[in-house]
Structures are given as structure tokens and as C-alpha cells.
């Protein structure tokens, strides 16, 4: 579909999920939506149905109750298909029946995936957002083109970027690709004005040190739009969703809280906010 004109109505994404209630996406009560497609393969994945770019079946051999009826629809659970084509107000009907909830503080956050795989979607969703006076905001890891981001930062209120590892060649270990793009990116957005909710999810033993978190800390400390600077706990939800044919993430340990705690000390040294998991520090 075209970008502009009259076919923008019939333009449609690919929609892996709604979160309705939403507590941990942004401020407020919001509606999270998932857009499939991610080019990033992080080895800790949370949400692994998100990362192909086309709808599929994820399976749960354990929920199969062997009736044979696969092809019919299984009720059992144990093949769900993912990802549903929808235009941009068929989206806005569902955002509509829960705006209710949002109050003052709410809105609604696209999240992945990433968002940007889906950009000229996600760019129209969020300005028929911004239209109805509804606050946005988008969760990204800010490593595609900023010609690509550019037109998506323009229309968010607030964006939850992911800086995963501060040492680059660690990050293409663990992500498989580099992050000068993301610095790049997040003070570029930083510099348009655009408010920043800086993540870092803490794996074990990935990026659980002080050398790392503090770096990452010190790099946010100069961004002048900074809410404040979040580690998230790794937690293998990736693992319970269901067998994706695409990717599979790896298990890791659980940081511990005594951990957390530390990483989150070292961080606040740079005289910035610094929460853990939505708490503060």
C-alpha cells in the first residue's frame, strides 16, 4: 500500500499480539502492541514469536492431545499461529475499546520485534495515536537507519531504547550486530528533543559487571531528554511461548537481586535515575 493517498486505509501490518493493561511499557495504564519482525537475533530473546517477518505456528508439543485434527484448527493449544494481518484503524478499534483505562498518564506503546521493521505501519499508526490525542510511545532497539527511525521518533512521545552492551563487538556476539548505529541513533534522538527511557536487560554472564552497566550509565548521563536509565532482569519467558521454526533463545540465570543492586549503584554514580525492573534505586 501506498504511504500517502487514498490507500493508505487499506495499508496493513503484521500484528503478532495486544497487551491490554499494561503496567511496564511506559507510564500509565496502556495497550501495548507487538508488531512482528526483528532484525536482531539476541541469544536471551523475551519475545522470539516476534522475530519473523512473516505469520507463523508456534508450537507446544506438550499441550498436544494427538486428535488428529492439525489442519482444522488446533484446540488444544499446541500449534497457535502468530501474527494477523490488520490495517491501521483496525488496530485503532481495538486501541479505542481500552482507552477508558488509559486515564491521564496512559497511551499506547508499540513494541516487537522491532517496530521499525514495520515502519511505514508504525509510522501511521502512531500519528492516528497522536490524532485522537492518545500519548505514544515505542520500544526499540534503535539499531536500523535513522532515515528509517527518523520519521517513527517524530511521531513518539516517549521512546524505551535498548542499549544491550557497551563494548560493540560483545553486542554482535550476543545480538549479531554491532551497536555504534544505536549510540548513534539514541543521541540523535536525544538531540531532536524526543524523551528517552534508556533499558538494559541484565543477563548473566553477558552484561552483568560493572564495567558494563557503568559505561552504559555514563553514556546516558550526557543524554539531555533522559527519563531515567532501567536494568531489567533476564527472565526466560522466551522459552514458554512456544517452539518458533525461525529462532530459539538460549537459557541463562536469573541475575540475582544482591546483583541488581550492585549494578544499579555503579550506575547511579553518573548522577542519573536509575530503576530496577520499574523501582527505583
Known amino acids: 500500500s501506498e504511504i500517502y493517498g487514498r490507500k493508505v486505509k487499506t495499508m496493513k501490518g503484521l500484528i503478532a499480539d495486544f497487551q491490554r493493561f499494561s503496567l511496564h511499557d511506559g507510564p500509565g495504564i ?7 519482525g526483528c532484525n536482531m537475533r539476541c541469544s536471551w530473546c523475551h519475545n522470539p514469536e516476534t522475530i519473523h517477518t512473516q505469520a507463523e505456528y508456534l508450537l507446544k508439543p506438550e499441550n498436544c492431545i494427538h486428535c488428529g485434527q492439525c489442519d482444522e484448527g488446533c484446540f488444544a493449544g499446541a500449534r497457535v499461529l502468530c501474527g494477523t494481518q490488520m490495517t491501521v484503524e483496525e488496530v485503532m478499534e481495538e486501541i479505542r475499546k481500552e482507552r477508558p483505562y488509559f486515564g491521564e498518564d496512559g497511551g499506547v506503546t508499540l513494541s516487537g520485534g522491532e517496530p521499525g521493521m514495520q515502519a511505514a505501519f ?4 502512531l500519528a492516528a495515536c497522536r490524532a485522537e490525542g492518545i500519548h505514544t510511545a515505542m520500544e526499540t532497539n534503535m539499531s536500523l537507519p535513522q532515515e528509517v527511525l527518523r520519521p517513527l521518533w517524530e511521531q513518539t512521545d516517549l521512546l524505551l531504547a ?4 557497551w563494548n560493540s563487538s560483545a553486542h554482535k556476539r550476543w545480538t ?3 551497536n555504534e548505529r544505536i549510540k548513534d541513533n539514541i543521541l540523535s534522538s536525544s538531540a531532536a528533543g524526543v524523551p528517552l527511557i534508556l533499558h538494559t536487560p541484565v543477563v548473566a554472564g553477558v552484561n552483568d559487571n560493572e564495567e558494563e552497566i557503568g559505561a552504559i550509565a555514563r553514556f546516558a548521563s550526557t543524554l539531555d531528554h533522559l527519563w531515567f536509565y532501567e536494568l531489567l532482569p533476564y527472565h526466560p519467558l522466551g522459552l514458554s511461548k512456544g517452539k518458533s521454526q525461525y529462532f530459539t533463545p538460549k537459557a ?4 540475582s537481586a544482591e546483583r541488581l543492586e550492585a549494578l544499579a ?3 547511579a554514580k553518573s548522577g542519573i535515575e536509575v530503576r530496577i525492573a520499574g523501582k527505583r534505586f
Do not use: C, N, S, Y
Not at 496502556?30 to 512482528?36: A, D, E, W
Open 30 to 36: 496502556r495497550m501495548t502492541v507487538f508488531l512482528k
Open 122 to 125: 508504525a509510522q501511521k499508526l
Open 162 to 165: 535498548d542499549l544491550k552492551l
Open 176 to 178: 549479531g550486530i554491532g
Open 252 to 255: 541463562f540465570e536469573k541475575p
Open 265 to 267: 549503584a555503579a550506575a
